[in-house]
Nanobody, 127 residues
Framework: QVQLVESGGGLVQAGGSLRLSCAAS????????MGWFRQAPGKEREFVAA????????YYADFVKGRFTVSRDSAKNTVYLQMNSLKPEDTAVYFC????????????????????WGQGTQVTVSS
């Protein structure tokens, strides 16, 4: 089992930046592909970005391509989401998630493929 704790959320003006962190503890971090999802009030949780175990493969939702970057630091057991050019529609609770991956380059956008979830961190973008 792995425990995930997100941090780095907050209030930012449109056009600003935030970097979210997700610290993992418990079982070996390197065996998990990692994903970021978000959920706005009254909406379904949606995929944002994901990164493979190796860090070589990344996926992004179309609405964040060119603005967000996902990365991981295995030495720190941490995955990051750098968010630039933020928009009011990016306002949501952001969750990180871990998927036990048997291939180093496996990564998925599927919400129900992830086994473990953090509690989320609030991101609010003002106009």
């Amino acid at each position: 089992q792995v425990q995930l704790v997100e941090s780095g959320g907050g209030l930012v003006q449109a056009g600003g930046s935030l970097r979210l962190s997700c610290a993992a503890s418990g079982r070996t971090f390197s065996v998990y592909a990692m994903g970021w999802f978000r959920q706005a009030p009254g909406k379904e949780r949606e995929f944002v970005a994901a990164i493979s175990r190796s860090g070589d493969i990344t996926y992004y939702a179309d609405f964040v391509k060119g603005r967000f970057t996902v990365s991981r630091d295995s030495a720190k057991n941490t995955v990051y989401l750098q968010m630039n050019s933020l928009k009011p529609e990016d306002t949501a609770v952001y969750f990180c998630a871990a998927d036990r991956a048997y291939s180093s380059d496996y990564v998925t956008r599927g919400r129900y493929d992830y086994d473990y979830w953090g509690q989320g961190t609030q991101v609010t973008v003002s106009s």
